[in-house]
């Protein structure tokens, strides 16, 4: 699938390359969007280092055990492959605390995490599980109760009213995410046909 | 006033959560210092790790991007986006959303200019850039950490909650200035 994408991403831009006469930006982009591929990830380090120092306080403190109880019935229904007790359910738990709250830059250490996690209890280490799968739905998604950046973004435009997207954000990202939800499960039941036949 | 609190509240969120991560730590008796250090030495080599997913999918973008591509596959869907109510000046954005969270964000900044940010299509942009989420990055990122090549559903769910997401906030903004009445 990956590998599909990603063919067709280079091969559909270099053959209309030669059509529209961009082949020179094409051979730039090649060039250039490697060095922002290593830009993308050195810039993470900042965040990732600063969310999981954070977590791993908050994470001997108690806090994350009692976030997770709160949220646990939730996430029971969410991630049922999952023991409750394992060390997944609450970094799953803290990701999408993170989410919610709009602290995007917590959300993807806290994610990562989760997903290290959950490859702990994934029987093939290189096809994603189907608790994985739930949880990039629901990172996708992503319901969102305040969306800084684009507050920011729309303060800076001088908007007479930066704010007025809340509420629409949040009606529109939670029909996103229980879309997600339900077609994670969609395609999870297919999925076990598939395998269960094969 | 309401709006005052939701951006001072935005301020805030942060600062206080680590206050409170901080503070809390403390009276559980957690040694924070060295709890911090211990937690932050993982962040170096998860970075590490996903350099080569991401320059492999970030060189990809850029090439579909700047061979016109792009702007074709936006030209070729915009009857169907029509079709589906979505305007014409936000089809791009719907489409580059879920491919490049930069690229969105500079369309969205685009609209911002040429129709200014309280506008419809303004509030509309804001609304989309808002409440999804670049799944192509976030799917390398997750996946490439743990070194997963076999994605199964996880992107045609992506794909297909976004494209969802679109229509939501189209009905949300809708909603939300009066033009859908119940």
């Known amino acids: 699938m990956i590998d599909f994408i990603w063919l067709t991403l280079f091969l559909s831009g270099i053959v209309i390359a030669m059509f529209t006469g961009n082949m020179s930006h094409v051979a730039n982009a090649i060039l250039k969007g490697a060095e922002s591929g290593v830009q993308l990830s050195i810039g993470l380090i900042s965040a990732i280092a600063l969310w999981l120092g954070l977590m791993n306080i908050a994470q001997q403190a108690g806090a994350v055990g009692w976030l997770s109880a709160r949220l646990r019935p939730v996430a029971r229904f969410l991630f049922p492959s999952v023991p409750p007790e394992h060390p997944a359910m609450g970094a799953i738990l803290a990701n999408m605390s993170a989410n919610l709250l709009g602290i995007g830059n917590a959300a993807t250490p806290l994610g990562l995490q989760a997903m290290r996690e959950l490859q702990t209890l994934n029987p093939d280490k290189e096809t994603a599980s189907e608790a994985m799968c739930t949880l990039l739905a629901v990172n996708t998604a992503s319901i969102t109760l305040i969306p800084t950046t684009v507050i920011a973004m729309r303060m800076q435009y001088h908007s007479a009213h930066p704010t007025a997207v809340v509420g629409t954000t949040l009606v529109a990202s939670a029909i996103g995410t229980v879309a997600a939800i339900a077609l994670d499960r969609m395609y999870r039941t297919i999925d076990r046909r598939r395998r269960g036949k094969a | ?182």
């Open chain 2, 1 to 182: 006033m309401m709006q005052q609190a939701i951006s001072a509240i935005s301020e805030w969120m942060l600062p206080l959560l680590v206050g409170v991560i901080l503070l809390h730590g403390m009276v559980k008796r957690v040694p924070i210092y060295s709890a911090f250090v211990d937690g932050a030495k993982g962040g170096f080599g998860t970075s590490v790790r996903l350099i080569p997913h991401l320059i492999a999918m970030v060189v990809a973008v850029s090439v579909f991007r700047e061979s016109g591509a792009m702007d074709l596959l936006v030209k070729c869907l915009r009857p169907i986006l029509h079709w589906l109510h979505i305007p014409a000046e936000v089809a791009p954005m719907g489409i580059l959303r879920p491919i490049s969270g930069q690229g969105s964000l500079a369309m969205m900044i685009d609209i911002f200019q040429k129709h200014g940010p309280d506008s419809w299509l303004g509030i509309l942009a804001s609304t989309m850039q808002a409440s999804s989420d670049t799944t192509l990055y976030i799917l390398t990122v997750y996946f490439g950490s743990v070194g997963i090549n076999r994605f199964r559903y996880a992107l045609k769910v992506g794909l297909l909650s976004d494209f969802i997401s679109v229509l939501a906030s189209v009905f949300a903004v809708s909603l939300f200035s009066g033009m859908i009445h119940f």
